[in-house]
C-alpha cells in the first residue's frame, strides 16, 4: 500500500541542524512532486518546502528560505529535508506529501497533495 513514512526529527537547540527524511512505497515515487509541510500547536498546516518531480526545481517559505534545503533522491525513494539554523520558531510537526505531477510545477497548496506522511516532530529550544 501507498506509504510515506517521515523520520530524522527531534531535541535540538536553536542554530542546530536537522535532516529529515521521506521514505516513499507503494507507488512509482519519480512521478510525483514532493512537499514538506508543518504545524504547530495551534496553528494551521503550512507550507514549506516543494521540489518538482525531476528534481530540478525547488521552492521555499520565505521562512525557510537560504537555511533549508528540500532534495530528493528518486532512485532511493526518499526526499529530504536538511534544516540549517533552526530557531524555536521552526518546532513543529513535519509532514511530506507526494503529489502526482508532470508538469514540473512547484506545488505549495496541501489540498493539491495526493499522499502524506504520519509527521516527524521538531522541537527547537531557545
Known amino acids: 500500500q501507498v506509504q510515506l513514512v517521515e523520520s530524522g526529527g527531534g531535541l535540538v537547540q536553536a542554530g542546530d541542524s536537522l535532516r529529515l527524511s521521506c521514505a516513499a512505497s507503494g507507488f512509482t515515487f519519480s512521478y510525483y512532486a514532493v512537499g514538506w509541510f508543518r504545524q504547530a500547536p495551534g496553528k494551521h498546516r503550512e507550507y514549506v518546502a516543494a521540489?518538482?518531480?525531476?528534481?530540478?526545481?525547488?521552492s521555499y517559505a520565505d521562512s525557510v528560505k537560504g537555511r533549508f534545503t528540500i532534495s530528493r533522491d528518486n532512485a532511493k525513494n526518499t526526499a529530504y529535508l536538511q534544516m540549517n539554523s533552526l530557531e524555536p520558531e521552526d518546532t513543529a510537526i513535519y509532514y511530506c506529501?507526494?503529489?502526482?505531477?508532470?508538469?514540473?510545477?512547484?506545488?505549495?497548496?496541501?489540498?493539491?497533495?495526493?499522499?502524506w506522511g504520519q509527521g516527524t516532530q521538531v522541537t527547537v529550544s531557545s
Open positions: 521540489i518538482t518531480f525531476s528534481g530540478l526545481a525547488t
Open positions: 506529501a507526494c503529489a502526482r505531477d508532470f508538469s514540473s510545477r512547484l506545488i505549495v497548496a496541501p489540498g493539491e497533495y495526493d499522499h
